[in-house]
Every structure is written in structure tokens, then in C-alpha cells.
């Protein structure tokens, strides 16, 4: 949006800088006094700007020059007193540092780009490999049943689509990967436009203000290095149809389920990376919620089932044949599979948490109630 003059009068000129000391835009006459007065001369001009007004304390009416590092905002020399015992910088000084670690973030940006890149070339060359064996075995088979017997072709059309299913499955998981990566390099390629425009700023305050909004870079979701080792995708598969040719009747009896075993095996080795960050196993959060029909009677359920409390008294629960009667314990309502995560917040002496089957004793004070 165009910035206008000032200092013109009636129709207002588009200005073309504006000055961080006098915080006023000029258009191309006004601005004439700053090239040619030598005490102008020594004025900061940056590109027009509609924010000079915020260089401005609210409080002084002065020009904000200094950065308190204790409270992260920018002061003018009167607040100074109110700042007292402060870590107090000069806004340009504190400008440098911050233009340090934008430059370090650049650094970490354009790595992650070229980490991401490398992976989705990986990714590619496993979705040719895949592409490749799997048209390969087709082909082979394809052979090897038109040699047998009219009672094989059935099984030749089988095999056949029991691998195009799993390359389909396989190649579409590579490319999930491949898709979510290349999300990540637009989204990283976007955040450093955000910082190079930001690193272009001439104007300290303005820099400062807008620093702190940036958002901090996301921990990659997937593997920064994807190690994709050699594979055998479907030749296993071509021994298998070998062995059933040569078997002629017998393999229609035993070896046909070794076939599609050998179809199934096939593996991109394209598994979850171990979470190693918070946000990492934040991806398998698990919501958790009690179930007052496992609750002792000494526990009290409450925000909505999801905090339990040991009390004083007994609690009046119906009875239950799922309920805990000697060992003060609950058990979720939710069953957990594969990878889960959770997190406990707790106060007092301490809290027990555990995975247990659900079909731990109830009653009782042995050891058959443990985890």
C-alpha cells in the first residue's frame, strides 16, 4: 500500500522514504532537503513506512532507541529509570543479535530443505525399484504358467494380482511419505521467504516488533534421513512360481500358500522413526479416560473421568464384578494398540501408572492384581 507525503499539501504525492528520525514520509521534493542539508544529511532513511508512529513511545513521546532484554520490548531513553537494573541494549545492537539467529535459523532451514530433498530422491528411486521388480516378477511368472497345465492358469491370473495389489499398497505408502516431505519443504521454503523479507527490514523497531511473531521451526515429522537398504522386493515371489511349476500337482496342495505368503512379505521398510521429541510422541497421544466400574472405592473420578483423586472416605459405587476391591486402582476404558503416549500430571506422595491387561484380578491382595 502507497505511503503518502507528509509534508504535501491538498493532494498528497506518494512518498518514496521515510526518516526514522524525523518519523515522517517524504515524497521525491520534500525529501530534496535531506540529500541537500548536511545536518539532514546524517538522517536514517528507509523504504515509506505507515509504522513510524510505533517507533514512538506511548508514554514519552519520544523515539524508542533502546531494547530492554529483561522485558523483550523496545524503550525510549526516558524509560530507562522504569527499566532500572534491566538488561538495556541500543535497539541496533540488539538488531545485530537477532539478525545473528535469524541467519542461524536460515542455516537450519535450508539444511532441513536439503535433508528433505535427499529423502524424496530416495523416495522415488524405492517407487522405480518397487516398480521395477514387481513388473519383473509379473513378467517372469507370466512365463513360467503359460509352460504349465490349463489347471495352473487360474493361479498364474492370482499371483499376478496379488502383486499389482501389493505394489499399489506399497508404492502408495512410499508416496504418502514422499507428498507429506514435500509439504514440509513448501512450508520451510515459505518460513525462510518470511525471514529473508524480515532480514531485509531497515527499520530496527520494526524488526524487533516483528520478530518475536515468527514461529519457531516445527520438528520434521518423518526421519531427516530416510535409509532405504537394498531389498528384495518380489523375486522371492519368481522362486516361489518356479518351485510351483516343478511341483506341477503337489504345489497346488502345499505350495499355493506359500506364494501368497511370499506376496505379503514384501517391504518398503518404510516404518514410523522413534519419537525423540515431545512433539514426536505427542503424534501417538492416547486420551485417556477412567472407568467407574474398575474404580476402588477410594478414588474419586472426576473432570470427565480423566482425574483421579485417592479420598478419605469411602466413595458409594455400585458394585461391580470389574471393580478393584482390595488395591486402590482404576483402570482406562480405553484398550491401547500399537504406539501409544500419554502423559500423567500428578500431586501428593506419588501415583503408580501402568499397562495392565484387562483381565487382571479384581479382588484380592495377591500378586495376580499387578501390572
Known sequence: ???????????????????????????????????????????????????????ICSKHDEVMKMFCCTDQKCICA?????????????????????????????????????????????????????????????????EIFTKLIRLLQKRSSDVKQQIRSQQETKVSRVKDVQEKLEQEITELKRKDAELEQLSHTEDHNQFLLNYPSLPALSESTHSSSINIRPLRHFEDVTAAVSELRDKLQDVLRDSWTNISLKVTEVDVLLSEPEPKTRDGFLMYSSEITMDPNTANIMLALSGGNRKVTVMDQYQFYPSHPDRFTHFIEVLSKESLTGRCYWEVEWSGLGVFVAVAYNNISRAGDGNEFCY
Open 1 to 55: 500500500e502507497d505511503v503518502a507525503c507528509d509534508f504535501c499539501t491538498g493532494r498528497k504525492l506518494k512518498a518514496i522514504k521515510s526518516c526514522l528520525f524525523c518519523l515522517a514520509s517524504y515524497c521525491e521534493k520534500h525529501l530534496q532537503p535531506h540529500y541537500d542539508v548536511a545536518p539532514l544529511k546524517k538522517h536514517k532513511l528507509v523504504e515509506p513506512s505507515k509504522n513510524l508512529q510505533e517507533n
Open 78 to 142: 526516558f524509560c530507562l529509570l522504569e527499566h532500572k537494573g534491566h538488561d538495556t541494549v541500543s535497539a541496533a545492537a540488539e538488531r545485530t543479535e537477532r539478525q545473528r539467529e535469524l541467519e542461524e535459523r536460515r542455516r537450519n532451514i535450508h539444511q532441513g530443505i536439503q535433508d528433505r530433498e535427499k529423502d524424496v530422491k530416495l523416495l522415488q528411486q524405492e517407487v522405480e525399484a518397487i516398480n521395477h521388480s514387481a513388473d519383473k516378477t509379473v513378467e517372469d511368472s507370466e
